[in-house]
């Protein structure tokens, strides 16, 4: 079966073409350099760049995976959540296509696409139950996943995202949008030595991350000159780590899990991916752990094709 997805709900113009699980071409256009000036998205501007962009996005992805319109079978789109302006644009260009191709259309739900990418070019499959992390630049959320018709919100933040936090603390540093990979990269130059607050340190599944960037704040207004970026960038990336490892395994005390899937955006940062595995392997050796490849953690159309492909295969309902 051919998978035609398309993704429009940020600031990524993306199209992929799947043969089944397989990628067999997926094209993004980010908008990063015209954003960053804004320090962050606007919408209206995104949408005028997908507006721009989407057509020449489809017809490469196209090209790259040798195939005509008329070889596709099905397509996904996605639906939410997201900036609504930008989403309607994805959503106009895969109803377009589905009615004149005569081919049956899939929404889909964004989050979800983020953690059905650790499935993309892969043999392996979840076993359940399963959790599921979510840490992108607008949500953090660990669900538990009982099969693929069923996901169970067990936490979320209660104020900012992961990536938001480090997005907005790469922007009080002095550094451009968007932040989790500046900070990955100040950090490798650094050290653990700020102490920073460990947020909502709590038995909860609950997070919040508003607090550590108010602690950034603080310390860049305090002490400008004093302040090494390096180890302040690494004390930052590293306090996020252990309060995602400490809520994930109070979800796994509770559930028992026999698979860990993470997702999103901030699970490119390399830092991030060693310290989670390390820990996880440190409570059970038997446990999967999945993550998307790099190249299909941040916002892409594969994602949303793989679950497209998940939905049509085990006739999935909604689930988040
Ligand atoms: O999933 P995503 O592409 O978009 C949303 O759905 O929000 O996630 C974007 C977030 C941003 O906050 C960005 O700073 C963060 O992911 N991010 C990273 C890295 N690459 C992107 N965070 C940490 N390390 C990275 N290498
Ligand atoms: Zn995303």
Redesign the pocket.
């Known amino acids: 079966m051919i998978i035609l997805a398309i993704e429009t ?2 600031d ?1 113009t993306s199209i992929a073409i799947l043969e089944n699980k397989k990628v067999i071409s997926s094209i993004t256009v980010s908008q990063i350099l015209e954003q960053q000036k804004y320090g962050g998205v606007m919408p209206s501007l995104a949408a005028k760049l997908h507006i721009k962009n989407i057509q020449q996005v489809l017809t490469r992805a196209l090209n790259e995976a040798k195939k005509s319109p008329l070889e596709v079978d099905y397509i996904a789109y996605t639906e939410k959540p ?1 900036l609504i302006i930008c989403l309607q644009i994805g959503k106009i260009m895969a109803e377009t296509l589905s009615l004149y191709l005569n081919k049956p259309l899939f929404p889909c739900n ?2 979800e696409g ?1 953690v059905y990418a650790s499935l993309l070019d892969k043999k392996e499959e979840w076993t359940f139950p399963a959790l599921a992390l979510i ?5 953090t959320q660990i669900y538990q996943v009982n099969n693929h018709s069923d996901f169970v919100l067990l936490g979320e933040t209660l104020d900012d ?4 936090c ?2 907005k603390s ?1 922007v009080l540093l002095g550094y451009t ?8 990269k100040l950090a490798l130059d650094g050290q653990n030595i700020y102490r920073l607050p460990f947020p909502k340190n709590d038995n909860s599944l609950d997070f919040s991350f508003s607090g550590l960037k108010s602690e950034v704040r603080r310390l860049v207004s305090t002490k400008r000159e004093n302040i090494n970026v390096n180890d302040l960038a690494c004390s930052l ?1 590293y306090i996020l780590a252990e309060v995602l490892a400490k809520k994930l395994k109070n979800a796994w005390l509770s559930n028992q899990a026999r698979t860990i899937i993470i ?10 991916r060693n310290y989670l595995v390390e820990k996880i392997k440190k409570w059970d050796k038997k446990t999967k752990i999945f993550f998307p490849a ?1 190249k299909y ?4 159309a594969a994602m949303i094709g793989i679950l497209a492909y998940y939905k049509i295969f085990h006739n999935l309902s909604k689930k988040i």
């Open positions: 709900s940020c990524e997201g964004h989050l983020h840490i992108s630049g607008g949500h995202a992961v990536g938001e480090l997005d790469a949008y968007p932040g989790g990979p500046i900070i990955e990336q997702g999103g955006g901030v699970i490119a940062n390399q830092f991030l790099i953690s941040t916002d892409n």
